[in-house]
């Protein structure tokens, strides 16, 4: 946001007057890829949703939650991989661990969305991650592991194609590394066979 900061608004008026007018929208040239209405716990929402009333109901009503007030955007620049990993990242280290569905869930999906990074994982992963979420939500001593669960249950369903494409590309960016290394070592070798 151009002019992030604290304001006080009234409920009711529209996301999009809060982010674009209030906040000065992204920076030029961006366009808004998602944005958490209630803070990072919140399950994330597309720009279309950026019209509707920002309200408790109208929130709900798009599957998402006002939460703590704070307005997260995520402009077209950043990997959703990147923020889920961020985000999973951040509930995992605030974990107490007493209880098992956030004690490991937190740290299983971290460890899944790494997979998802570096290009090891498969698109049936991905479902599974998704899956791991459902049972995380309701099944905690308190909210922390819901807090992770909404909102990376949320991108996977809205991004799932970014998701599977990150792999794909990652997987391609270590294929050319790879063949770059053998090169190398086939070039040295070469060399030193000549010496």
Partial sequence: MQRPGNYEIELGITAREIVCD?????????????????????????????DLPYDFENMAEAGSML????????????????????????YRHESCGKCTPCREGTNWTVKMLERVDRGEATPMDI??????QENIIGNCLCVLGDSMAMPIGSMIEKFRDEFEEHIER??????????????????????AGVA
């Fill in 67 to 90: 939460g703590s007030g704070a307005i997260i955007v995520i402009d077209d620049s950043v990997p959703i991989v990147d923020v889920a990993l961020r985000l999973a990242g951040f």
């Fill in 127 to 132: 479902e599974i991650i998704a899956q791991v």
């Fill in 170 to 191: 990652r997987r391609q960016e270590l294929a050319l590394q790879d063949y770059a290394l053998s090169a190398q070592e086939l070039a040295a070798s070469e060399e």
């Fill in 22 to 50: 209030l906040a000065g929208g992204p920076p030029e040239g961006r366009e808004i890829k998602c944005w958490f209405p209630g803070g990072s716990s919140a399950p994330v929402l597309l720009p279309e949703h950026l």
